[in-house]
């Protein structure tokens, strides 16, 4: 038994050096390859459209071969299944477009050679609106990547004139007084301008904007509020008018009006 035990020795302790030595040798593997920076070259960006058009992302990766890349909507980056729909050849190399199969109007472009991999939506609706972003999974040697956070945004014109509101009539010179205008709904959000006497008012520190979101409509709603700190006799008979100006339909601008009365 003792002879057994004394070759026995001797052995554990080659084998524990050979393990030192392995780990050593692997940790100064990894010290000398630091993980490799995977880039998004060219990003999506915000886009606003009419419902019924198909609009596209793009997403020009630089990666690894084994790295993956996928699409995340409002924060959901497992899109599901695709199944290949087309091919075609172009001197840039085979583009390959894939249907997402719980999402069939959502379809993603490849171009292996040129690390394209883009999402189209055909016939976009109120349903796609959301934040999308495009991403490089990372891998053994190397970091992910993560595109800017950009909006899908559907136009939905106002379909009515803003309003005034006002306290009641007759005011009191001396007392403060808000004047606010609120939009129609719309999306994206109008735009508000107050004219006094057809002036425009500019004062920045008593003119405030907010936007709110209308949970009826599912439209924006634009708020404008502007104080009269101290209201006097200039005021007596002045025409108070609110503009609305919606950029995405032509000549859109619709307006209310009314007159102060002073005491």
């Excluded at 524990?16 to 990894?30: Q, R």
């Excluded at 994206?188 to 006094?196: D, E, G, I, Q, V």
Aim: overall charge neutral.
């Amino acid at each position: 038994m003792t002879a057994t035990y004394r070759l026995q020795l001797p052995l554990l302790i080659i084998t524990y050096v050979i393990f030192s030595s392995t780990i050593e040798v692997v940790n100064a593997i990894e010290y000398a390859s630091p993980k490799i920076n995977q880039k998004i070259l060219i990003g999506p960006s915000d886009i606003t459209t009419y419902p019924g058009e198909t609009i596209q992302f793009p997403c020009i990766v630089s990666k690894q071969p084994d790295a993956i890349v996928t699409w995340c909507w409002n924060d959901f980056c497992t899109l599901g299944k695709t199944q290949l729909i087309s091919n075609e050849t172009t001197q840039d190399g085979l583009i390959r477009i894939f249907q997402y199969t719980g999402y069939p109007r959502f379809q993603l472009s490849i171009n292996e050679r040129l690390h394209h991999y883009n999402l189209s939506i055909v016939h976009v609706s109120n349903k796609d609106e959301g934040i999308f972003q495009c991403q490089v999974q990372r891998t053994m040697n190397a970091h992910e990547a993560r595109s800017e956070r950009v909006h899908l945004i559907l136009i939905a014109p106002p379909n009515g004139q803003p309003t005034l509101l006002l306290p009641h009539m007759p005011l009191k010179q001396g007392q403060s007084v808000n004047i606010t205008c609120l939009s129609a709904p719309s999306k994206p959000a109008s735009k508000l301008m107050l004219y006094k006497n057809e002036q425009i008012i500019a004062k920045k520190t008593s003119l405030m904007h907010f936007y709110e979101f209308d949970m009826k409509t599912k439209k924006n709603l634009t708020k404008l509020v502007y104080n009269i700190d101290d209201l006097d006799g200039d005021w007596d008979n002045a025409r108070v008018r609110c503009e609305q100006i919606y950029q995405y339909a032509d000549n859109f601008q619709k307006d209310v009006s009314t007159r102060i009365q002073v005491q």
